[in-house]
């Protein structure tokens, strides 16, 4: 059915709409009961025929809001005998000692006695919504059926508000079930009948709770056996209506056999039930009439098989065994309350909060940490704000059980809406805020902070909220502050630069400071401190930040993720401040251990490497923009290569030199690079002959000028020298085996022209190299030079290696042929014997 409720007023404001005159004001102004309520309209009606009117009320000493019960008198001034006028006053007054007597969280809870006067009878129960006779009577209107007869042959009067009632499933299942059970209390703990169940005798309270009331014909039984039955008066025309119980949902025995038992009830029960499906209407209307009763009865069984359909199905089998005329097959009210109809934890829940008040502590907590909030998803929201809710408005002033009713109530906020919060949750909730808590409320209340500001104003944020949260962080338990660091981790977002900056920051270090060793309250301060990082300003971070994870000891895996975290936020953006300097000396310092802690697993171990291999491409792109900057105003050596290569006598074109049948071998002591090397760097002889080192671009040795001043450019004609050819063994190539040497014939003369060469190409025999600085120096200078400028390969190795090097010789050699005086008077002449021993040739 349609879920409906409707939002409470405070009861002050409530009353001053509705209070009014009329005559029920004018005999309540004679009746005692008004010294104590503030009594309003009529809003219900209950009771045998609806001859009590109910009035919404509240209590002066405390505002509580409540219902006052009223009989006016003159009701049963139609009576015209005053012995009857004075039974019905009798039964009324004695019903409400029975009330009184009879208290069960299931039976309607009296809060005053019985008040009298000459004209009315008044007393006050919890609030009450309606009877279920009046809501019931709505559901006939609706279905165009009469509605029940009341003492004047009208219809019952019914609340504007009651007529727009409309039941859940859960809360038939419910309040069938509270009814069963109030029976149960009776019968085995009260040891009576009620023997008036019927819709005017239940009453709905406000809080959603079906209540048994109407003990004005309890008869008392057998306390062994309540099954046996008793004999009670039948229904008659003789007494008054309302002396009686109603005949619809009196039982058969009774009325057949003047007996009665606990199971004349349930059969009452049964009728209630499909009165309640089969809207608002008994199975048997029988207009105060003993015959049409006995007409409709042998009627009945039809009558169940046609609205059973109507039952919910787990009810039905019980609906038929309880309107049985053999009361042997009808279920007690234990055995009821069994049934899987009933099996349904939200309704346990609910159950169990109608008597929370008669639990301890311990059961209490358990209830409302585990019980109710694992049922909240599956009771409709009507029944929170009108069953619930005001159950835990309750609680949650006892500072004992605070802590477990937080947990449904904040359920409560999460779900509902904001203008159901403001108006329904909020006004109650305020004071919690403030009020005096343990320290297990206000861990749960701050790491739960973020459902309430979601929907607090933010008025209310500033004044009431913040500076709770503010003070835990000066809490001296550790489990407070803790949750303190959590709930600004969660509620950041509502505050402001300033307070993040002034509070917070200061706040957070202090705690740190204190509990270092904590690796609960470290992780949660690094959580803190990474959610409000882009809050912070650059000098802040600088200052204070940064110097807070130096300190930070690296010891569990979670804390150094969520320093690595904090340093990839801050590399991400130059806003934070994270120079490379600083990576370089501070935070790679600090981090570089951590690449071989083994207690690292490999996701933790990934995202370390990437935050380390980030700060040092920072590092490298840094500081090579800086040293590119830095070179653009130096000179710089290589500006002099390209001169160098212009000048340098690799780029002669020298016709190829081949020579058949030439090996050469590289010794294994030293390299012509080596030595190329040793003679430019270190040699006398070459850096007097050229004036300055090999590198240099006046080292061009065609330019012989420098170091024969006299010597005429036709001199320095290229003369291809003689070379004999020492075979490696007898049978090489081109050998003789008589140990004379050939002379060949170079490639680049013709056949008359021939000179005197020897080159032997077999290994030194001396025990010690020459000098061969002295004796060759162009060779060792100008050639070796060429020899390094070329690469490895040509030089080393294969045919084009060979001839490139014998160009070199053969034009080295050229100046070796021409006679020159050096400077310790020594005469060189063409004829001389030159060796190379770096490369084991000889010259003639």
Not at 23 to 36: F, H, M, R, S
Not at 275 to 289: D, M, R, T, V, Y
Request: aromatic residues 6%.
């Amino acid at each position: 059915m349609k879920e409906t409720f409707k939002f409470s007023m405070p009861a002050t404001t409530m009353f001053s709409k509705f209070k009014s005159g009329g005559g029920t004001q004018n005999c309540l102004e004679t009746n005692p009961i008004v010294q104590y309520f503030e009594i309003g309209k009529q809003v219900a009606c209950a009771g045998p025929e609806l001859v009590w009117k109910i009035h919404d009320a509240y209590r002066k000493s405390d505002g509580k809001e409540c219902s006052v019960f009223i009989f006016e008198k003159r009701c049963a001034e139609k009576l015209h005998k005053p012995k009857r006028k004075e039974t019905v006053t009798e039964i009324l007054r004695a019903s409400v000692r029975q009330l009184e007597r009879f208290r069960h969280p299931k039976i309607l809870h009296v809060l005053h006695p019985i008040e009298e006067c000459a004209d009315t009878l008044a007393f006050a129960s919890e609030a009450v919504y309606a009877s279920l006779a009046n809501i019931l009577a709505c559901y006939e209107v609706s279905g165009s059926q009469s509605g029940i007869n009341t003492a004047s042959n009208q219809p019952p009067q019914r609340p504007q508000h009651a007529r727009e009632y409309n039941f859940l499933d859960i809360e038939y299942k419910y309040g069938i079930l509270q009814i069963t059970e109030a029976l149960s209390f009776l019968h085995y703990s009260g040891h009576v009948l009620h023997r008036n169940v019927c819709p005017a005798s239940i009453l709905v309270t406000k809080k959603g709770t079906w209540k048994l009331a109407g003990l004005e014909f309890i008869e008392r039984i057998n306390d062994v056996d309540g099954v046996e039955p008793i004999p009670c008066q039948p229904w008659t025309s003789r007494l008054s209506k309302m002396a009686q119980p109603n005949l619809d949902y009196t039982a058969p025995e009774t009325q057949t056999q003047s007996v009665c038992s606990i199971l004349s009830d349930m059969y009452s029960l049964g009728m209630v039930i499909c009165s309640i499906f089969n809207n608002g209407k008994p199975l048997i209307q029988s207009g105060n009439s003993t015959s049409a009763y006995l007409k409709q009865l042998e009627l009945l069984e039809d009558q169940v098989q046609n609205i059973l359909s109507k039952i919910p199905l787990p009810l039905q089998e019980a609906t038929v065994r309880l309107l049985s005329k053999d009361t042997r097959q009808r279920p007690t009210a234990q055995l009821l309350t069994l049934i899987k109809y009933f099996s349904d934890p939200s309704v346990h829940a609910l159950q169990f909060l109608d008597v929370i008040n008669m639990k301890d502590p311990t059961q209490k907590a358990h209830f409302y940490r585990i019980t109710l909030k694992e049922a909240l998803p599956f009771i409709p929201k009507k029944l929170w704000y009108q069953h619930i809710w005001p159950s835990l408005q309750l609680e949650m002033r006892s500072q004992e059980v605070l802590a477990a009713v937080l947990q449904p109530v904040l359920y409560l906020i999460q779900d509902s809406t904001v203008e159901e919060y403001e108006s329904l949750l909020l006004p109650s909730f305020r004071s919690v805020f403030s009020a005096p808590k343990t320290v297990q409320a206000t861990v749960t209340l701050l790491e739960h902070l973020h459902i309430i500001l979601e929907k607090t104003p933010r008025d209310d944020i500033r004044t009431e909220v913040l500076p709770m949260l503010y003070n835990a962080f000066e809490s001296t338990t550790i489990q407070v502050q803790n949750a303190a660091l959590i709930a600004v981790t969660n509620v950041s977002d509502y505050l402001d630069d300033t307070s993040i900056r002034r509070i917070v920051l200061t706040k957070t270090k202090a705690i740190y400071e204190k509990n270092q060793t904590d690796m609960k309250i470290v992780s949660s301060v690094l959580s803190c401190v990474e959610r409000t990082l882009g809050r912070l300003d650059k000098g802040q971070i600088i200052d204070e930040v940064l110097p807070l994870l130096y300190d930070i000891r690296l010891t569990d895996p979670q804390i150094t993720l969520r320093v690595v975290n904090i340093y990839r936020l801050m590399i991400s953006d130059k806003k934070y401040g994270l120079t490379v300097n600083l990576m370089a000396t501070k935070v790679m310092p600090s981090l570089l251990p951590q690449t071989v802690n083994p207690s690292l697993n490999l996701e933790h171990f990934t995202i370390l490497m990437e935050v380390l291999q980030e700060m040092l491409d920072q590092i490298d792109r840094n500081q090579r923009n800086k040293l590119k900057l830095d070179n653009l105003s130096l000179p710089s050596p290589e500006r002099h290569r390209p001169l160098r290569h212009q000048y340098s006598s690799d780029n002669m074109h020298v016709p190829p030199f081949n020579i058949p049948n030439l090996r050469i071998e590289q010794r294994k002591t030293s390299s012509a690079e080596d030595m190329a090397r040793k003679n430019s760097t270190g040699g006398v002889l070459g850096g007097w002959w050229f004036g300055g080192s090999p590198s240099s671009p006046d080292s061009n040795f065609l330019r012989v000028v420098n170091a024969f001043p006299n010597r005429r450019l036709s001199d320095n004609t290229l003369m291809t020298p003689k070379i004999r050819i020492a075979p490696s063994c007898a049978s090489s190539p081109g050998g003789t085996p008589g140990g004379g040497l050939p002379i060949r014939r170079h490639s680049s003369i013709g056949p008359q022209e021939r000179r005197g060469s020897t080159v032997n190409l077999s290994p030194p025999t001396g025990g010690s190299m020459p000098n061969t600085s002295s004796s060759v120096p162009f060779l060792l200078s100008s050639s070796m030079q060429s020899i390094r400028s070329r690469r490895p390969s040509a030089v080393l190795g294969g045919s084009q290696g060979s001839q490139g090097l014998l160009q070199q010789l053969g034009s080295g050699m050229v100046r070796l042929t021409s006679s020159y005086q050096p400077a310790n008077g020594r005469t060189f002449s063409s004829s001389s014997v030159r060796k190379c021993p770096s490369l084991n040739i000889t010259f003639s």
